[in-house]
């Protein structure tokens, strides 16, 4: 069964943060990054149980790109809710958890 992909507000705005940021270096860096972003909302339509990480959030990179996606799970709505777009290279303290 299907999942149904949800993103945050605050995911919304992180991924157009990245997509700016990649749209002044080379237009071709954003179009692989929504490729590679969609593969992962693919992915985790079909196979949302990955790597959990704290309570209920659960983490997925994004392949090929310095990001990872926390999520989480509602098994009553069979949905997936992104709640952020985070650059690993960042301070793991500062996790959106």
């Given at each position: 069964?299907?999942?149904?992909?949800?993103?945050?507000?605050?995911?919304?705005?992180?991924?157009?943060?990245?997509?700016?940021?990649?749209?002044?270096?080379?237009?071709?860096?954003?179009?692989?990054?929504?490729?590679?972003?969609?593969?992962?909302?693919?992915?985790?339509?079909?196979?949302?149980?990955?790597?959990k990480r704290?309570?209920?959030?659960?983490?997925?990179?994004?392949?090929k790109f310095?990001?990872?996606?926390?999520?989480?799970?509602?098994?009553?709505?069979?949905?997936?809710?992104?709640?952020?777009?985070?650059?690993?290279?960042?301070?793991?303290?500062?996790?959106?958890?």
């Open positions: 069964m299907n999942y149904k992909i949800i993103v945050s507000k605050r995911a919304q705005f992180e991924i157009l943060d990245i997509t700016d940021y990649y749209f002044q270096i080379n237009l071709e860096l954003v179009y692989k990054f929504y490729l590679k972003l969609e593969e992962t909302y693919d992915y985790l339509r079909m196979y949302p149980y990955f790597q704290y309570k209920e959030f659960r983490v997925i990179s994004i392949k310095p990001y990872i996606l926390v999520f989480e799970i509602d098994e009553n709505n069979k949905s997936v809710s992104i709640l952020s777009c985070f650059h690993t290279s960042q301070n793991p303290e500062k996790y959106p958890l």
